[in-house]
């Protein structure tokens, strides 16, 4: 007898558990929704807004499409302290979105929640007295290069134009690093916006440990809202794209060692190496800080016959820019791993991929493109003259290699993360047995199930989730904004 009544009661909490958290989950979005709506109507869009809703639910890469309940799209600080207020109230979930520019989903956008966009907050102040810019979070980096190019002077910051200030929030690796560290080292405040409303300026003075921590801790401590951020003397530039077939990888993995062990040298130079498995052609967009034709650092690039080649001499750095490939096919992902300078062993990861990118043939559209960064001696010792960051690169050459996949439908979503996270392994044991692999996961190039925080290290990660308990000890930001590399799940180790 007892039995028959266990069971279908325990069935009965089963079942029910789910749908009514969902429920809830739903009631709390939507009461969220019509909060934003009464504090401002014309800022907070529902599907039934037509276009004006769809651009904004459509970010860039289709992967990241998703459809929230609402998209609020705060005017100033004092609308996102009262959105916060509205979502700590409700318990809402939701995302934030800077630029919109990451490709992966959910990171920037949310299903059944509230996508606080936001792109209206871009104002940008320069002042002369510090040599700094202070900007909204809302801009892409063409727009902060095009501003501060009218004051002569320079960011640190994206290498493709329509990428957006979050990029800041994962380190930041610029055309600029070379010279002066990762974009978050050129950090000088951050504003934002805390689980209980309130504003912080973190900097190197004031909030010391929330301003180390958001140096490369994403979306985990508050909604930020402004940055300033130093600038450098703008100087005149030379460069641009020299395009090769990939009968040449090989040369150009082995140029890429050749450049790492003496052209980087140079921290004028820069490279951007976009290696195109699937169609053929690889990408080698350089960049040089002064007005040189051909210089030497790029050596090892000029001896490779190109079928293209766009260099010249640039009046303006952001030009150089405009030039970048994005957003060939709809869908798109990507996923990094850290090993350290060695001829053989770059060779041999760009091998692994060609073979690996065989089992796209199934994948409608499946492209696999190779972006082989190589992070010289001084932009580690740039990074540190800077500040303490949670990123500690070794103080040693590597290569940061980020494989990038595109194709054209959802129902290859899952094969494609596996040809990605099967090719990252394979080239993991190779190096793992040459004894140069590193830890290190660079958080702007990681697929979502990558362990980033962990790849700091324990010491850093204890630090960083003690630090989210300090300034959102009710954790908001773990439970509440459920997208992006969050401090808990970072326990979990890689398989
Ligand atoms: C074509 C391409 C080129 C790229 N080039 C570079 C490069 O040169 N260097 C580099 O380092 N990376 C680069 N990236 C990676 C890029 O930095 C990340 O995708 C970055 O997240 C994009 O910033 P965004 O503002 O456009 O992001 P979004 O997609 O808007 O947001 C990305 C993440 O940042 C968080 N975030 C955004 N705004 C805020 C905010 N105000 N407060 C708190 N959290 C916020 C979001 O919640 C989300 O998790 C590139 C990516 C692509 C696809
Ligand atoms: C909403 O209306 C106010 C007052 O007319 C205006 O200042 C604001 O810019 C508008 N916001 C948007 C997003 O259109
Ligand atoms: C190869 O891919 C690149 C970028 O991934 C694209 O710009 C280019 O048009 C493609 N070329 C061919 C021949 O398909
Ligand atoms: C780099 O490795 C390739 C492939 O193993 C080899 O052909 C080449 O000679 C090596 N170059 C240098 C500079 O060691
Ligand atoms: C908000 O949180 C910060 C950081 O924990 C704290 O310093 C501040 O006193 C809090 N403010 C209020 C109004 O609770």
Not at 210 to 229: D, E, P, R, S, W
Request: proline fraction near 4%.
């Amino acid at each position: 007898m007892r039995n028959i009544f266990f069971f279908p009661a325990f069935l009965l909490i089963v079942a029910t558990v789910p749908i009514r958290s969902l429920l809830t989950a739903q009631q709390a979005c939507q009461n969220a929704c019509s909060l934003l709506e009464r504090y401002q109507s014309n800022a907070t869009l529902f599907a039934s807004d037509g276009d004006a809703y769809t651009t904004q639910q459509e970010a860039h890469w289709k992967t990241a499409w998703k459809t929230p309940t609402c998209i609020y799209s705060p005017q100033s600080i004092d609308d996102v302290v009262h959105a916060i207020k509205i979502l700590q109230s409700t318990k809402s979930k939701f995302a934030v979105r800077g630029g919109g520019h990451s490709p992966l989903s959910a990171w920037a956008n949310i299903d059944n929640g509230v996508l606080i966009s936001m792109r209206a907050i871009s104002d940008k102040v320069y002042d002369p007295a510090t040599e700094t810019v202070r900007v909204g979070f809302g801009c892409t980096w063409m727009e902060v290069y095009q501003f501060v190019e009218l004051h002569s002077r320079l960011v640190v910051g994206g290498r493709a134009s329509t990428v957006g200030m979050g990029m800041i929030m994962g380190g930041g690796l610029s055309h600029l690093s070379n010279a002066y560290g990762f974009a978050s080292d050129n950090v000088v405040s951050y504003e934002l916006v805390l689980a209980n409303a309130t504003i912080v300026m973190a900097s190197a003075d004031s909030h010391q440990d929330l301003f180390y921590a958001l140096k490369a801790g994403a979306n985990n401590y508050g909604i930020t809202t402004h940055v300033t951020l130093r600038t450098y003397p703008l100087s005149k530039a030379w460069g641009g794209t020299l395009v090769y077939t990939n009968e040449y990888r090989d040369q150009l993995m082995e140029a890429l060692t050749i450049y790492q062990h003496s052209g980087q040298l140079d921290t004028k130079s820069a490279l951007l190496a976009y290696l195109g498995i699937n169609n053929n052609t690889a990408y080698v967009s350089l960049v040089y800080l002064d007005a040189v034709r051909r210089p030497q650092a790029f050596k090892p690039f000029y001896d490779i016959p190109s079928v293209v080649d766009t260099t010249r001499f640039y009046d303006k750095f952001g030009d150089i820019l405009a030039e970048q490939v994005d957003r060939v096919v709809p869908r798109w992902t990507f996923g990094a791993t850290t090993f350290f300078l060695d001829n053989e062993t770059y060779v041999d990861a760009a091998r692994i991929s060609q073979i690996a990118a065989e089992r796209l043939s199934t994948v409608n559209g499946g492209t696999m493109v190779l972006m082989p960064q190589p992070i010289s001696k001084s932009m580690i010792k740039a990074s540190r003259e800077r500040g303490e960051n949670p990123m500690i690169p070794q103080d040693r050459e590597q290569m940061w290699f980020c494989i990038n996949i595109g194709w054209n439908f959802k129902s290859d979503d899952e094969a494609v993360g596996s040809i990605l996270m099967d090719t990252l392994d394979q080239i993991d044991g190779i190096t793992k047995e040459r004894n140069l692999y590193d830890p290190f996961i660079f958080l702007n190039d990681a697929y979502h199930s990558q362990n980033v925080f962990r790849s700091y290290g324990v010491e850093t990660l204890n630090k960083m989730q003690a630090i989210g308990k300090r300034y959102d000890p009710e954790q908001m930001f773990q439970h509440q904004v459920p997208g992006g590399f969050k401090l808990y799940s970072a326990n979990r180790r890689t398989p």
